[in-house]
């Protein structure tokens, strides 16, 4: 590499790891003002909120707004180079435009590689901690808000609450079905039912149920009160969302085949996340290309004005992820495709900003 490689790398790299820092340190203090509370109540050591929890917040910030902050990094690079015309000196001095970006994808390269490394590898880990700490100090309760969930315990054995009230281990308007070669044979369905961790049984009050004979007709039976062990546990309906981000690739894979087999509703959540870990790391490169195409010019309002056109088209791609996210957990987009719609789209608006940069 040439000197000019060095010169922009150095820049881009250095300030990147001082914006990362930067935005670390604001995002401790917002957390910190929201969360003191909780860690002064619930005793947690200083030496555990520093390095098991903000130290292991850091990793999984810094990770999550990578892209937007390299984003920002080039802006305020390529602008100071542009205001103080050393991009106009290099041009006529008879450097191309695509000689120019070589650094830039060099050091995106670099920090491509970087997330992916954090994102698959190290974070899992990290985010193990700091979750623990969570759970412990801060997010001491645990609540399922979903409602009318089913999960299959046994082989032909589809258990349903209408609500559950995770804190008190108790399930609302309990359902439970036997199912033999496509014929429904029983039903239990009862006004609550209480898990009793003690002794891992369960305690199912106001019982009917109804066995339903191959000739079509019924008996039907109302019990008070049964004592029994089933295959499942509350938290079989529900976990904390944050446990997604501490598993790493093949644990979220198996997790999503055994989410399908239960008929959660959270599967577009999780290969959300799965899949985000990739492309996250990716949007690096097109938010590259935008930048550069974007800051190279001198323009009348100079590196303020870059950054406002760099904060707009921030904001906008950060709101094209959000609605095609919305779009997988609810409409029922693909997930694959939806993490990746906006990388496509934006990449598609730097190759028209590319063609109309100066050469």
């Keep these: 590499m040439k000197l000019l490689d060095w010169y922009i790398i150095k820049k881009f790299l250095s300030t990147f790891f001082f914006m990362i820092v930067v935005f670390c340190v604001i995002a401790i203090v917002f957390d910190l003002s929201e969360n003191i509370d909780d860690l002064i109540t619930n005793g947690a050591p200083l030496g555990e909120v520093l390095i098991d929890y903000y130290l292991n917040f850091c990793f999984f910030f810094g990770n999550m707004l990578s892209a937007f902050i390299v984003f920002l ?34 050091a995106s390269t670099f920090l491509v590689g970087l997330s992916l ?11 193990k901690t700091k979750v623990d700490f969570e759970f412990k100090y801060i ?14 315990i046994n082989p032909g054995n589809i258990a349903y609450f209408r609500s559950i009230t995770a804190e008190r281990n108790v399930g609302y308007k309990f359902a439970l079905e036997d199912w033999e070669d496509g014929r429904l044979v029983r039903k239990l369905m009862a006004s609550k039912a209480k898990y009793i961790e003690e002794t891992g049984r369960w ?15 019924e008996d039907l039976r109302v019990v008070n009160q049964i004592d029994t062990v089933l295959n499942m546990q509350i938290s079989d309906f529900g ?7 501490t598993m790493d690739y093949a644990a979220l894979t198996k997790y999503i085949e055994e989410e399908k087999q239960r008929g959660s509703g959270n599967v577009a959540f999780i290969e959300i996340e799965k899949y985000s870990r990739t492309s996250n790391a990716f949007a690096i490169y097109v938010l590259t290309l935008i930048g550069v195409v974007v800051a190279s010019r001198k323009v009348r309002g100079g590196t303020g004005l870059h950054l406002f056109m760099a904060v ?48």
């Design 73 to 106: 990094t080039i802006i305020l690079v390529t602008s100071n180079l542009a205001q103080k015309t050393e991009f106009i000196a290099m041009l006529s001095g008879g450097v191309s435009f695509n000689r120019l970006l070589r650094p830039y994808f060099i």
């Design 312 to 359: 707009i088209i921030g904001v906008t791609y950060i709101f094209a992820l959000k609605m095609t996210t919305v779009a997988a957990t609810n409409v029922g987009l693909s997930a694959n495709i939806a993490v990746w719609v906006p990388n496509m789209i934006f990449f598609a608006l730097g190759i028209f900003l590319y063609t109309r940069a100066q050469k």
């Design 239 to 245: 976990a904390r969302s944050e446990i997604v981000s």
């Design 203 to 217: 305690l199912i009050t106001n019982v009917r149920i109804r066995d339903i004979h191959p000739d079509g007709t």
């Design 117 to 127: 490394l954090i994102a698959h590898v190290i974070l899992p880990e990290a985010n």
């Design 139 to 152: 997010h001491t309760r645990f609540h399922i808000s979903e409602h009318d969930l089913y999960r299959e």
